[in-house]
Protein backbone atom coordinates (compact mmCIF):
# COMPACT_ATOMS: atom_id res chain seq x y z
CA UNK A 1 0.00 0.00 0.00
CA UNK A 2 1.11 3.91 -1.07
CA UNK A 3 1.73 4.85 2.50
CA UNK A 4 0.56 8.61 3.13
CA UNK A 5 -0.24 11.07 5.97
CA UNK A 6 -3.11 11.57 6.65
CA UNK A 7 -5.69 14.69 6.05
CA UNK A 8 -9.30 15.08 8.22
CA UNK A 9 -12.28 16.70 6.08
CA UNK A 10 -13.54 19.50 6.80
CA UNK A 11 -16.81 19.72 8.20
CA UNK A 12 -19.85 20.82 6.45
CA UNK A 13 -20.04 21.46 3.43
CA UNK A 14 -20.17 25.50 2.31
CA UNK A 15 -22.84 27.15 -0.66
CA UNK A 16 -19.89 28.98 -2.40
CA UNK A 17 -16.23 30.20 -1.87
CA UNK A 18 -14.00 32.92 -3.58
CA UNK A 19 -11.83 29.86 -5.10
CA UNK A 20 -12.53 26.26 -6.24
CA UNK A 21 -9.44 24.10 -6.52
CA UNK A 22 -10.11 20.65 -8.25
CA UNK A 23 -7.27 18.29 -7.46
CA UNK A 24 -4.99 17.75 -4.03
CA UNK A 25 -1.99 16.81 -5.04
CA UNK A 26 1.00 18.97 -4.43
CA UNK A 27 -0.08 21.72 -7.43
CA UNK A 28 -3.48 21.78 -6.26
CA UNK A 29 -2.72 22.25 -1.89
CA UNK A 30 -0.01 24.49 -2.61
CA UNK A 31 -2.44 27.01 -4.79
CA UNK A 32 -5.29 26.49 -1.93
CA UNK A 33 -2.57 27.47 0.82
CA UNK A 34 -1.09 31.04 -1.08
CA UNK A 35 -4.72 31.88 -1.77
CA UNK A 36 -5.91 31.48 1.83
CA UNK A 37 -2.43 33.19 2.80
CA UNK A 38 -4.16 35.91 1.33
CA UNK A 39 -7.33 36.25 2.85
CA UNK A 40 -9.43 34.48 -0.26
CA UNK A 41 -12.10 32.05 0.66
CA UNK A 42 -11.09 28.50 -0.79
CA UNK A 43 -12.49 25.22 -0.70
CA UNK A 44 -10.26 22.62 -2.03
CA UNK A 45 -11.86 19.06 -3.77
CA UNK A 46 -10.28 15.99 -3.85
CA UNK A 47 -11.94 12.67 -5.96
CA UNK A 48 -9.60 10.62 -3.92
CA UNK A 49 -7.20 11.67 -0.95
CA UNK A 50 -4.57 14.26 -0.58
CA UNK A 51 -1.79 13.33 -2.54
CA UNK A 52 -3.01 9.70 -3.15
CA UNK A 53 -1.88 10.03 -7.41
CA UNK A 54 1.32 10.63 -8.48
CA UNK A 55 2.12 13.39 -5.83
CA UNK A 56 2.71 10.76 -3.56
CA UNK A 57 3.68 8.08 -6.26
CA UNK A 58 7.25 10.26 -7.45
CA UNK A 59 10.61 9.93 -6.69
CA UNK A 60 10.73 13.11 -4.30
CA UNK A 61 13.72 15.14 -6.21
CA UNK A 62 13.29 18.71 -5.67
CA UNK A 63 15.79 19.77 -8.51
CA UNK A 64 16.84 23.46 -10.29
CA UNK A 65 19.75 21.27 -12.07
CA UNK A 66 18.99 20.12 -15.66
CA UNK A 67 15.85 22.22 -16.27
CA UNK A 68 14.43 23.63 -19.12
CA UNK A 69 15.29 26.97 -19.34
CA UNK A 70 11.83 27.85 -19.47
CA UNK A 71 11.09 26.14 -16.49
CA UNK A 72 14.07 26.90 -14.46
CA UNK A 73 12.86 30.38 -13.19
CA UNK A 74 9.85 28.43 -11.93
CA UNK A 75 11.92 25.76 -10.16
CA UNK A 76 13.78 28.51 -8.80
CA UNK A 77 10.78 30.17 -6.52
CA UNK A 78 10.08 26.80 -5.75
CA UNK A 79 13.03 25.70 -4.47
CA UNK A 80 12.25 29.28 -2.59
CA UNK A 81 9.31 27.88 -1.06
CA UNK A 82 10.16 24.59 -0.60
CA UNK A 83 12.89 25.77 2.05
CA UNK A 84 10.56 28.43 3.64
CA UNK A 85 7.19 25.98 4.03
CA UNK A 86 8.43 23.83 7.27
CA UNK A 87 8.96 27.21 9.60
CA UNK A 88 5.53 29.10 8.32
CA UNK A 89 3.66 25.57 8.95
CA UNK A 90 4.57 24.43 11.52
CA UNK A 91 5.81 21.03 10.38
CA UNK A 92 8.18 18.41 8.59
CA UNK A 93 7.48 18.32 5.13
CA UNK A 94 10.13 15.95 4.30
CA UNK A 95 12.41 18.65 2.90
CA UNK A 96 15.75 18.55 2.85
CA UNK A 97 18.75 20.61 1.27
CA UNK A 98 20.77 17.36 0.60
CA UNK A 99 21.74 18.44 -2.78
CA UNK A 100 21.15 16.58 -6.20
CA UNK A 101 24.23 14.75 -8.40
CA UNK A 102 24.88 13.46 -11.49
CA UNK A 103 27.03 10.82 -12.96
CA UNK A 104 27.96 10.30 -16.17
CA UNK A 105 30.23 8.15 -18.45
CA UNK A 106 30.17 9.95 -21.51
CA UNK A 107 31.83 13.03 -22.50
CA UNK A 108 29.11 14.15 -24.38
CA UNK A 109 26.95 14.53 -21.56
CA UNK A 110 29.57 17.17 -19.65
CA UNK A 111 29.43 19.18 -23.02
CA UNK A 112 25.70 19.27 -22.83
CA UNK A 113 25.80 20.24 -19.02
CA UNK A 114 28.62 22.64 -19.62
CA UNK A 115 26.48 24.40 -22.32
CA UNK A 116 23.56 24.34 -20.47
CA UNK A 117 25.22 25.73 -17.08
CA UNK A 118 26.52 29.19 -19.65
CA UNK A 119 22.36 30.35 -20.14
CA UNK A 120 21.61 28.89 -16.57
CA UNK A 121 24.24 31.55 -15.16
CA UNK A 122 22.20 34.04 -17.03
CA UNK A 123 19.32 33.43 -15.47
CA UNK A 124 21.17 33.38 -11.71
CA UNK A 125 21.50 29.61 -11.25
CA UNK A 126 24.79 27.99 -11.54
CA UNK A 127 25.79 24.71 -10.28
CA UNK A 128 29.68 22.59 -10.62
CA UNK A 129 30.87 20.21 -12.94
CA UNK A 130 32.91 17.81 -11.83
CA UNK A 131 35.69 16.12 -12.49
CA UNK A 132 36.01 12.36 -12.93
CA UNK A 133 37.97 12.50 -10.01
CA UNK A 134 36.15 14.81 -8.37
CA UNK A 135 32.90 12.51 -8.69
CA UNK A 136 34.42 9.44 -7.73
CA UNK A 137 35.58 11.65 -4.33
CA UNK A 138 31.62 12.05 -3.90
CA UNK A 139 30.92 8.62 -4.62
CA UNK A 140 33.86 6.70 -3.00
CA UNK A 141 31.69 3.38 -2.81
CA UNK A 142 30.59 3.69 -6.54
CA UNK A 143 32.74 1.21 -9.41
CA UNK A 144 31.52 3.47 -13.07
CA UNK A 145 34.21 4.69 -15.21
CA UNK A 146 32.94 8.55 -14.63
CA UNK A 147 33.52 10.73 -17.28
CA UNK A 148 32.73 13.28 -14.86
CA UNK A 149 29.61 15.08 -12.72
CA UNK A 150 27.07 17.96 -12.20
CA UNK A 151 26.36 18.81 -8.74
CA UNK A 152 24.02 21.37 -6.95
CA UNK A 153 24.41 21.72 -3.57
CA UNK A 154 21.19 24.27 -3.23
CA UNK A 155 18.91 21.66 -4.65
CA UNK A 156 17.52 19.02 -2.62
CA UNK A 157 14.69 16.12 -1.57
CA UNK A 158 11.45 15.58 -0.22
CA UNK A 159 9.31 12.95 1.05
CA UNK A 160 6.10 12.68 -1.60
CA UNK A 161 4.25 11.00 1.72
CA UNK A 162 4.59 14.18 4.07
CA UNK A 163 4.59 17.13 1.63
CA UNK A 164 1.13 17.65 0.27
CA UNK A 165 -0.69 16.43 3.39
CA UNK A 166 1.39 18.72 5.36
CA UNK A 167 0.41 21.70 2.95
CA UNK A 168 -3.28 20.81 3.19
CA UNK A 169 -3.22 20.78 6.69
CA UNK A 170 -1.62 24.18 6.88
CA UNK A 171 -4.41 25.68 4.24
CA UNK A 172 -7.07 23.71 6.73
CA UNK A 173 -5.50 25.94 9.77
CA UNK A 174 -5.76 29.26 7.76
CA UNK A 175 -9.19 28.55 7.14
CA UNK A 176 -9.07 26.68 3.88
CA UNK A 177 -12.52 23.96 3.59
CA UNK A 178 -10.56 20.33 2.40
CA UNK A 179 -13.04 17.57 1.48
CA UNK A 180 -11.39 14.29 0.41
CA UNK A 181 -13.46 11.60 -1.46
CA UNK A 182 -16.02 14.34 -3.16
CA UNK A 183 -15.23 14.61 -7.23
CA UNK A 184 -15.56 17.44 -9.21
CA UNK A 185 -17.98 16.43 -12.44
CA UNK A 186 -18.29 19.73 -14.29
CA UNK A 187 -17.93 23.60 -14.16
CA UNK A 188 -21.13 26.04 -13.66
CA UNK A 189 -21.47 28.42 -16.02
CA UNK A 190 -23.44 32.06 -15.90
CA UNK A 191 -23.41 34.39 -18.48
CA UNK A 192 -20.19 32.91 -20.32
CA UNK A 193 -18.10 32.58 -17.30
CA UNK A 194 -17.22 30.44 -14.64
CA UNK A 195 -19.39 30.59 -12.02
CA UNK A 196 -18.85 27.37 -9.34
CA UNK A 197 -18.61 24.05 -9.79
CA UNK A 198 -21.28 20.55 -9.65
CA UNK A 199 -19.68 18.06 -6.66
CA UNK A 200 -21.41 14.41 -6.23
CA UNK A 201 -22.59 16.73 -2.97
CA UNK A 202 -24.22 19.74 -5.24
CA UNK A 203 -23.42 22.67 -6.45
CA UNK A 204 -20.47 25.00 -4.96
CA UNK A 205 -20.38 28.34 -6.13
CA UNK A 206 -16.92 30.22 -7.04
CA UNK A 207 -15.40 33.62 -8.12
CA UNK A 208 -12.95 30.92 -10.42
CA UNK A 209 -11.65 27.26 -10.42
CA UNK A 210 -8.52 26.32 -10.67
CA UNK A 211 -7.88 22.76 -12.28
CA UNK A 212 -4.68 21.09 -10.63
CA UNK A 213 -6.22 17.47 -11.62
CA UNK A 214 -3.03 15.75 -12.83
CA UNK A 215 -3.91 13.10 -14.97
CA UNK A 216 -7.46 13.83 -14.80
CA UNK A 217 -7.33 17.59 -16.52
CA UNK A 218 -6.98 16.70 -20.33
CA UNK A 219 -10.27 14.63 -19.19
CA UNK A 220 -12.32 17.57 -17.79
CA UNK A 221 -10.91 19.87 -20.06
CA UNK A 222 -12.26 17.97 -23.02
CA UNK A 223 -15.86 17.58 -21.31
CA UNK A 224 -15.76 21.21 -21.49
CA UNK A 225 -14.51 21.77 -24.84
CA UNK A 226 -10.94 23.08 -23.71
CA UNK A 227 -8.13 20.97 -25.87
CA UNK A 228 -5.34 20.39 -23.49
CA UNK A 229 -3.04 18.23 -25.20
CA UNK A 230 -1.74 15.72 -22.78
CA UNK A 231 -1.01 12.05 -22.38
CA UNK A 232 -0.80 10.12 -19.35
CA UNK A 233 2.79 8.53 -19.53
CA UNK A 234 2.85 5.25 -16.70
CA UNK A 235 6.11 5.12 -15.00
CA UNK A 236 7.54 2.80 -11.78
CA UNK A 237 9.54 3.57 -8.85
CA UNK A 238 10.17 1.05 -5.95
CA UNK A 239 11.18 1.93 -2.47
CA UNK A 240 14.07 -0.53 -0.36
CA UNK A 241 14.32 -1.34 2.98
CA UNK A 242 17.00 0.41 5.22
CA UNK A 243 20.13 0.35 3.13
CA UNK A 244 23.81 1.33 3.99
CA UNK A 245 24.39 5.09 2.70
CA UNK A 246 26.03 5.83 -0.16
CA UNK A 247 24.36 9.41 -0.99
CA UNK A 248 22.62 12.24 1.29
CA UNK A 249 20.47 13.75 -1.72
CA UNK A 250 19.63 12.69 -4.75
CA UNK A 251 21.94 10.54 -7.43
CA UNK A 252 21.44 10.31 -11.41
CA UNK A 253 23.79 7.79 -12.70
CA UNK A 254 23.60 5.33 -15.67
CA UNK A 255 19.91 4.20 -15.85
CA UNK A 256 19.12 5.29 -12.97
CA UNK A 257 17.46 7.67 -10.28
CA UNK A 258 18.12 7.12 -6.84
CA UNK A 259 17.20 9.31 -3.47
CA UNK A 260 17.90 8.81 0.05
CA UNK A 261 15.06 8.76 1.82
CA UNK A 262 14.40 9.68 5.97
CA UNK A 263 13.45 6.41 7.05
CA UNK A 264 17.01 4.89 5.46
CA UNK A 265 15.96 3.25 2.57
CA UNK A 266 16.12 4.51 -1.15
CA UNK A 267 13.90 5.36 -3.51
CA UNK A 268 15.11 3.79 -7.10
CA UNK A 269 13.87 4.34 -10.80
CA UNK A 270 14.56 4.16 -14.25
CA UNK A 271 14.54 7.67 -15.87
CA UNK A 272 12.55 8.22 -18.76
CA UNK A 273 11.45 4.75 -19.07
CA UNK A 274 7.50 4.39 -19.14
CA UNK A 275 4.11 2.86 -20.97
CA UNK A 276 1.52 4.61 -22.72
CA UNK A 277 -2.10 2.90 -23.55
CA UNK A 278 -3.87 3.16 -26.47
CA UNK A 279 -7.25 5.08 -25.51
CA UNK A 280 -9.14 8.04 -26.96
CA UNK A 281 -7.55 11.13 -25.40
CA UNK A 282 -4.00 9.59 -26.14
CA UNK A 283 -4.95 8.92 -30.36
CA UNK A 284 -6.48 11.94 -30.05
CA UNK A 285 -3.72 14.34 -29.36
CA UNK A 286 -0.78 11.95 -31.17
CA UNK A 287 -0.14 14.27 -33.81
CA UNK A 288 1.10 16.77 -30.97
CA UNK A 289 3.25 14.17 -29.46
CA UNK A 290 5.20 13.41 -32.82
CA UNK A 291 8.21 15.11 -32.24
CA UNK A 292 8.62 13.50 -28.28
CA UNK A 293 7.74 9.55 -29.99
CA UNK A 294 10.77 10.53 -32.70
CA UNK A 295 13.22 11.71 -30.14
CA UNK A 296 15.31 9.56 -27.81
CA UNK A 297 12.52 8.74 -25.62
CA UNK A 298 10.80 6.72 -28.59
CA UNK A 299 13.03 3.88 -27.20
CA UNK A 300 11.87 4.15 -23.56
CA UNK A 301 8.43 4.33 -24.31
CA UNK A 302 6.30 1.01 -23.98
CA UNK A 303 2.69 1.58 -25.93
CA UNK A 304 0.40 -1.16 -24.68
CA UNK A 305 -3.29 -1.78 -25.58
CA UNK A 306 -5.01 -1.47 -21.57
CA UNK A 307 -7.79 -1.08 -20.07
CA UNK A 308 -7.61 2.79 -19.93
CA UNK A 309 -9.23 2.80 -23.23
CA UNK A 310 -12.82 1.89 -21.34
CA UNK A 311 -11.32 3.40 -18.61
CA UNK A 312 -9.57 6.14 -16.03
CA UNK A 313 -8.38 9.20 -17.46
CA UNK A 314 -8.38 8.95 -21.04
CA UNK A 315 -11.83 7.24 -21.52
CA UNK A 316 -14.51 8.94 -22.54
CA UNK A 317 -15.32 12.20 -21.80
CA UNK A 318 -19.41 12.19 -21.81
CA UNK A 319 -21.35 12.66 -18.90
CA UNK A 320 -24.08 14.84 -17.39
CA UNK A 321 -23.76 17.26 -13.99
CA UNK A 322 -25.96 14.86 -12.63
CA UNK A 323 -23.79 11.98 -13.69
CA UNK A 324 -22.02 9.43 -11.61
CA UNK A 325 -18.66 10.48 -13.50
CA UNK A 326 -15.17 9.06 -14.46
CA UNK A 327 -13.73 10.57 -11.23
CA UNK A 328 -16.09 8.57 -8.80
CA UNK A 329 -15.75 5.65 -10.72
CA UNK A 330 -12.03 5.16 -10.14
CA UNK A 331 -11.34 7.43 -7.14
CA UNK A 332 -7.63 6.76 -6.89
CA UNK A 333 -5.69 6.08 -10.20
CA UNK A 334 -3.02 2.87 -9.26
CA UNK A 335 -1.81 1.47 -12.32
CA UNK A 336 0.07 -1.61 -12.18
CA UNK A 337 4.22 -1.00 -11.86
CA UNK A 338 6.35 -2.87 -14.61
CA UNK A 339 8.79 -5.74 -13.06
CA UNK A 340 11.12 -5.73 -16.00
CA UNK A 341 12.02 -2.01 -15.05
CA UNK A 342 12.11 -2.40 -11.22
CA UNK A 343 14.53 -5.48 -12.02
CA UNK A 344 16.42 -3.11 -14.37
CA UNK A 345 16.60 -0.47 -11.72
CA UNK A 346 17.99 -2.20 -9.37
CA UNK A 347 20.54 -4.16 -11.31
CA UNK A 348 21.94 -0.72 -12.49
CA UNK A 349 22.29 0.37 -8.76
CA UNK A 350 24.48 -2.71 -8.12
CA UNK A 351 26.73 -2.08 -11.48
CA UNK A 352 27.60 1.20 -9.69
CA UNK A 353 27.36 0.54 -6.15
CA UNK A 354 27.86 -3.07 -5.22
CA UNK A 355 27.57 -2.14 -1.22
CA UNK A 356 23.59 -2.02 -2.30
CA UNK A 357 23.39 -5.38 -4.41
CA UNK A 358 20.65 -7.79 -3.07
CA UNK A 359 18.61 -4.61 -2.02
CA UNK A 360 14.82 -5.98 -0.69
CA UNK A 361 12.31 -4.03 -2.38
CA UNK A 362 9.65 -2.74 0.33
CA UNK A 363 6.88 -1.92 -2.13
CA UNK A 364 6.41 -0.80 -6.29
CA UNK A 365 4.21 1.15 -7.49
CA UNK A 366 3.46 3.14 -10.56
CA UNK A 367 1.81 6.61 -11.18
CA UNK A 368 0.53 8.47 -14.10
CA UNK A 369 2.53 11.04 -15.36
CA UNK A 370 0.57 13.87 -17.08
CA UNK A 371 2.95 14.71 -20.00
CA UNK A 372 2.44 17.74 -22.81
CA UNK A 373 4.32 17.92 -26.12
CA UNK A 374 7.03 20.17 -25.41
CA UNK A 375 6.47 18.70 -21.72
CA UNK A 376 6.59 22.02 -20.29
CA UNK A 377 3.95 22.71 -17.87
CA UNK A 378 0.08 24.69 -18.56
CA UNK A 379 -0.36 27.28 -15.86
CA UNK A 380 -2.77 29.62 -17.55
CA UNK A 381 -5.84 31.34 -17.66
CA UNK A 382 -8.52 30.09 -20.03
CA UNK A 383 -9.71 32.68 -22.40
CA UNK A 384 -12.65 30.52 -23.29
CA UNK A 385 -13.74 30.23 -19.94
CA UNK A 386 -13.43 33.57 -18.15
CA UNK A 387 -12.82 32.26 -14.36
CA UNK A 388 -11.41 29.34 -14.56
CA UNK A 389 -7.22 28.90 -14.40
CA UNK A 390 -5.49 25.27 -15.42
CA UNK A 391 -2.21 24.11 -13.57
CA UNK A 392 -1.65 20.93 -15.28
CA UNK A 393 0.51 18.93 -17.58
CA UNK A 394 3.77 18.94 -15.09
CA UNK A 395 5.43 16.14 -17.35
CA UNK A 396 6.99 14.44 -14.30
CA UNK A 397 8.42 17.35 -12.64
CA UNK A 398 5.09 18.43 -10.59
CA UNK A 399 6.64 18.11 -7.23
CA UNK A 400 9.38 19.73 -7.33
CA UNK A 401 7.62 22.76 -8.67
CA UNK A 402 4.19 22.43 -7.11
CA UNK A 403 5.33 25.04 -4.08
CA UNK A 404 5.90 27.51 -6.91
CA UNK A 405 3.56 26.51 -9.23
CA UNK A 406 0.92 26.82 -6.76
CA UNK A 407 2.08 30.63 -5.68
CA UNK A 408 2.06 31.17 -9.68
CA UNK A 409 -1.57 29.85 -10.02
CA UNK A 410 -2.53 31.80 -6.83
CA UNK A 411 -0.83 34.86 -8.51
CA UNK A 412 -2.95 34.52 -11.59
CA UNK A 413 -6.28 34.28 -9.67
CA UNK A 414 -5.63 37.45 -8.06
CA UNK A 415 -4.10 39.07 -11.12
CA UNK A 416 -0.99 39.48 -9.79
CA UNK A 417 2.39 40.25 -11.80
CA UNK A 418 4.42 37.00 -11.75
CA UNK A 419 7.95 37.36 -11.13
CA UNK A 420 9.18 36.46 -14.35
CA UNK A 421 7.86 35.80 -17.90
CA UNK A 422 5.01 32.94 -17.76
CA UNK A 423 4.23 33.19 -21.75
CA UNK A 424 5.84 30.02 -22.78
CA UNK A 425 2.80 28.09 -19.83
CA UNK A 426 0.20 29.71 -21.61
CA UNK A 427 -2.75 26.87 -22.95
CA UNK A 428 -2.80 28.97 -25.88
CA UNK A 429 0.93 27.92 -27.33
CA UNK A 430 -0.75 24.81 -28.37
CA UNK A 431 -3.45 26.26 -31.27
CA UNK A 432 -1.88 30.13 -31.91
CA UNK A 433 1.34 28.91 -34.48
CA UNK A 434 4.14 28.64 -31.18
CA UNK A 435 6.46 26.14 -32.66
CA UNK A 436 7.44 23.92 -29.96
CA UNK A 437 10.84 23.04 -29.16
CA UNK A 438 11.89 20.05 -28.18
CA UNK A 439 13.10 20.15 -24.35
CA UNK A 440 16.03 20.93 -23.70
CA UNK A 441 17.16 19.05 -20.96
CA UNK A 442 14.80 17.72 -18.59
Not at 354 to 367: F, N, Q
Request: glycine share 12%.
Amino acid sequence: MLRLDEVANSEGFPERCDVAVIGGGIIGVSAAYELVRRGVSVVLLEKGVIGGEQSGRNWGWVRQQNRDLYELPLAMHSLKRWSELSEELGEDIGFRRAGILYGTEHQSDLAQWESWLVRAREVGFSSEILSARALAARTPSGRAKWAGGLWSATDGRGEPSKAAPAIARGAQRLGAKVYQNCAVRTLDMSAGRVSGIWTERGLLAADTVVLAGGAWSALFCQHHGIDLPAINVIGTALRTAEAPQVIDGCFSGPEFALRRRLDGGYTIAVPGYGRVELAPQNLRHSIKFRTMFRSKLKKKLKIRVGSSFFHGPEAGADWRDDDVSPFERMRVLDPEPDREWLQRALENVASVFPTLSGLRIAHAWAGAIDTTPDLIPVISKVDAKPGLVIASGFSGHGFGLGPGAGLLASQLVLDEAPDFDIGRYRLARFTDGTKLTHPQMM
